[in-house]
T-cell receptor
Framework: DTAVSQTPKYLVTQMGNDKSIKCEQN?????MYWYKQDSKKFLKIMFS???????INETVPNRFSPKSPDKAHLNLHINSLELGDSAVYFC???????????FGPGTRLLVL | GENVEQHPSTLSVQEGDSAVIKCTYS??????FPWYKQELGKRPQLIID?????GEKKDQRIAVTLNKTAKHFSLHITETQPEDSAVYFC???????????FGKGNQVVVIP
């Protein structure tokens, strides 16, 4: 009955590899997000989708490509991983209108 | 866009004392102000929120106050306990905007 889930939970990989992180929400929310949280704990928004449509695209390297196959899923593909990509990536979802964002458990990415 | 600042960045309190974290925001159109708690290794979780039509909201040991004129809002934790030790994030957003502007977080340490 997990509301927002992410896979994998941990990801350790070499520089230059390509990897994907998946997110699913069963709350029926229309809007989903990807955030990056670095070692200083700042939550930096990366992307947002509303009903499969991209609505927020922050200044993120184009090595990062989000995909939303349906409104319950938002995936993040990262090409040519770099050391600076090491962080915790959180997915979140939000119901229509102004309201609470519900976060997934996070994916801890370590690039070696 | 909205800019949210949090002070202090780190706060240490003795168990049983009160803790207060203050946030300021820049956009007078903001009308929704949530607070998230993030324990070590966990996801951010909403603990309390307030909308601009009220000045104060309380939930057991936590309360939030809002001063729209001064554009600041504060989290108050009374009778602190060790499990209150966490990073606390404030956020703000205007009506109809899907983007939550997060502060940089406050590390609260409750000393037993």
């Amino acid at each position: 009955d997990t509301a927002v889930s992410q896979t994998p939970k941990y990801l350790v990989t070499q520089m230059g590899n390509d990897k994907s992180i998946k997110c699913e929400q069963n709350l029926g929310h229309d809007t989903m997000y990807w955030y990056k949280q670095d070692s200083k704990k700042f939550l930096k928004i990366m992307f947002s989708y509303n009903n499969k449509e991209l609505i927020i695209n922050e200044t993120v390297p184009n090595r990062f490509s989000p995909k939303s196959p349906d409104k319950a899923h938002l995936n993040l593909h990262i090409n040519s991983l770099e050391l600076g990509d090491s962080a915790v990536y959180f997915c979140a979802s939000q119901p229509a209108g102004v309201g609470t964002q519900y976060f997934g458990p996070g994916t801890r990415l370590l690039v070696l | 866009g909205e800019n949210v600042e949090q002070h202090p960045s780190t706060l240490s309190v003795q168990e049983g004392d009160s803790a207060v974290i203050k946030c300021t925001y820049s956009d007078s159109a903001s009308n929704y102000f949530p607070w998230y708690k993030q324990e070590l290794g966990k996801r951010p979780q909403l603990i309390i929120d307030i909308r601009s039509n009220v000045g104060e909201k309380k939930d057991q040991r936590i309360a939030v106050t809002l001063n729209k004129t001064a554009k600041h809002f504060s989290l108050h934790i009374t009778e602190t306990q060790p499990e209150d030790s966490a990073v606390y994030f404030c956020a703000a957003t205007p009506e109809g905007n899907n983007r939550l502007a997060f502060g940089k977080g406050n590390q609260v340490v409750v000393i037993p």
